[in-house]
């Protein structure tokens, strides 16, 4: 348990559908990330918020959408999602965004678009 | 600009040897670098981390990573290897971009790790 808690664990959705990813830590970290993890591809970064600020957005498509309402809890909205967005999503937090910070990880919502 | 080779997508041993994972890393300054690993529909969990102290990092679960900044390497080991340790790990570096100065955490394409009986 690291502290880091994703819901759905599994997602199921058409494309048309609309549906929003959560992710809850409570262990006072003040930055919060949002992972793709695909098959044979090394993870891919998608947003970064600091302070509840996002920080950074690594060219993601706009059919995803980001929310950080406090420090504590980080959404991912998903609309009119294709086909190849079926992947692991992975939360992340750190206490701050200093390298030598390492990251915990919650334990992914694999989701699957039909 | 920071990458991470992980030179081996597979690694098969035998319960009870010895266990490397090999992991080489590029890095415009001095990076952090971390083995994380990730069990069968989990999340990743971080094993050990250097940060520019002791270039010998003890990590969980008996393993151990060293930081070889000739040979631009921090391979991962562990003496004898459980089944449990039957997993995916990924070497990741970090360090200081040259603008902003924010950070960014550079992940390796995995290494899967089966352990036989």
């Known amino acids: 348990e690291t502290g880091v808690t994703q819901t759905p664990r599994h997602l199921v959705m058409g494309m048309t559908n609309k549906k929003s990813l959560k992710c809850e830590q409570h262990?006072?970290?003040?930055?919060m990330y949002w992972y793709k993890q695909s098959a044979k591809k090394p993870l891919e970064l998608m947003f970064v918020?600091?302070?509840?600020?996002?920080?950074e957005n690594n060219s993601v498509p706009s059919r995803f959408s980001p929310e950080c309402p406090n420090s504590s809890h980080l959404f991912l909205h998903l609309h009119t999602l294709q086909p190849e967005d079926s992947a692991l999503y992975l939360c992340?937090?750190?206490?701050?965004?200093?390298?030598?910070?390492?990251?915990?990880f919650g334990q992914g919502t694999r989701l699957t678009v039909v | 600009a920071q990458s991470v080779t992980q030179l081996d997508s597979h690694v098969s041993v035998s319960e009870g040897t010895p266990v490397l994972l090999r992991c080489n890393y590029s890095?415009?300054?001095?990076?952090?670098l971390f083995w994380y690993v990730q069990h069968p529909n989990k999340g990743l969990q971080l094993l050990l981390k250097?940060?520019?102290?002791?270039?010998l990092v003890k990590g969980i679960n008996g393993f151990e990573a060293e930081f070889k900044k000739s040979e631009t390497s921090f391979h991962l080991t562990k003496p004898s290897a459980h089944m449990s340790d039957a997993a995916e790990y990924f070497c990741?570096?970090?360090?200081?971009?040259?603008?902003?100065?924010?950070?960014?955490?550079?992940f390796g394409k995995g290494t899967k790790l089966t352990v036989n009986p």
């Open positions: 250097y940060t520019s102290a002791a270039t």
């Open positions: 262990l006072g970290h003040n930055a």
């Open positions: 918020y600091s302070l509840e600020e996002r920080v």
């Open positions: 990741v570096v970090s360090d200081l971009r040259l603008q902003g100065g924010s950070e960014k955490l550079v």
């Open positions: 992340a937090s750190s206490q701050d965004r200093a390298s030598n910070t390492e990251a915990f």
């Open positions: 890095s415009s300054y001095s990076p952090s």
